[in-house]
Antibody, heavy 120, light 114 residues
Framework: QVQLQESGPGLVKTSQTLSLTCTVS??????????WSWIRQPPGKGLEWIGY???????YYNPSLKSRVTISIDTSKNQFFLRLSSVTAADTAVYYC????????????WGHGTLVTVSS | DIVMTQSPDSLAVSLGERATVNCKSS????????????LAWYQQKPGQPPKLLIY???TRASGVPDRFSGSGSGTDFTLTISSLQAEDVAVYYC??????????FGQGTKLEIK
């Protein structure tokens, strides 16, 4: 049974870069059958898709965040990563990593999420 | 982008009664080549990640009780809980994946016990 786990700093300073890791266990991230996504949820608010990557390192980003987002993957470590630059308080959120079936973009498996607070 | 609008924002239903959540997309999410609606529903309980309930607008995900059902086509969709149980208290989200490179969620509907 595939499990996803987010990790990274819980506090990031304004204007700096947020960096998170998602570790996938119980299955290979390079199987080619899935997209690997980041999704966020500000406290008390709704869900926002950030972007996803596949095993070949093809990535797709939310147009509203595209200029600040990079998602990468390390198949040897079964991990994928999020970098969000120039953060502000508006980027404070629970960040989830999630899995989608290949060429579809609904999310059938989620990590537990990690809260990242942006503060000066 | 495709805007998803849910109604109501919150609702309270008695145990054992039917609960209905509506979702409207700003453009059709029905793909004509395969006649499938690219619409999913999620349940999120406090402190937990969302859980996939329904995809293809009406296909229940593995392990989802059959009191949950999805219906609709094109731009108008409904999630129905046929007989509300206490464990169904949650926020429910719809999501379109018609735009594979820009999936979007509704704002959520909070379901409580009356």
């Amino acid at each position: 049974q595939v499990q996803l786990q987010e990790s990274g700093p819980g506090l990031v300073k304004t204007s700096q870069t947020l960096s998170l890791t998602c570790t996938v266990s119980g299955g290979s991230i390079s199987s080619g059958n899935y997209y690997w996504s980041w999704i966020r949820q500000p406290p008390g608010k709704g869900l926002e898709w950030i972007g996803y990557i596949d095993y070949s390192e093809s990535s797709y980003y939310n147009p509203s965040l595209k200029s600040r987002v990079t998602i990468s993957i390390d198949t040897s470590k079964n991990q994928f990563f999020l970098r969000l630059s120039s953060v502000t308080a508006a980027d404070t959120a629970v960040y989830y990593c999630a899995r989608s079936p290949w060429e579809l973009a609904y999310f059938d498996n989620w990590g537990h999420g990690t809260l990242v607070t942006v503060s000066s | 982008d495709i805007v998803m609008t849910q109604s109501p924002d919150s609702l309270a239903v008695s145990l054992g009664e039917r609960a209905t959540v509506n979702c409207k997309s700003s453009q059709s999410v029905l793909y004509s080549s395969n006649n499938k609606n690219y619409l999913a529903w999620y349940q999120q309980k406090p402190g937990q990640p969302p859980k996939l309930l329904i995809y293809w607008a009406s296909t229940r995900a593995s392990g989802v009780p059959d009191r949950f059902s999805g219906s609709g086509s094109g731009t108008d969709f409904t999630l129905t809980i046929s007989s509300l149980q206490a464990e169904d208290v949650a926020v429910y989200y719809c999501q379109q994946y018609y735009s594979t490179d820009d999936p979007t969620f509704g704002q959520g509907t909070k379901l409580e016990i009356k």
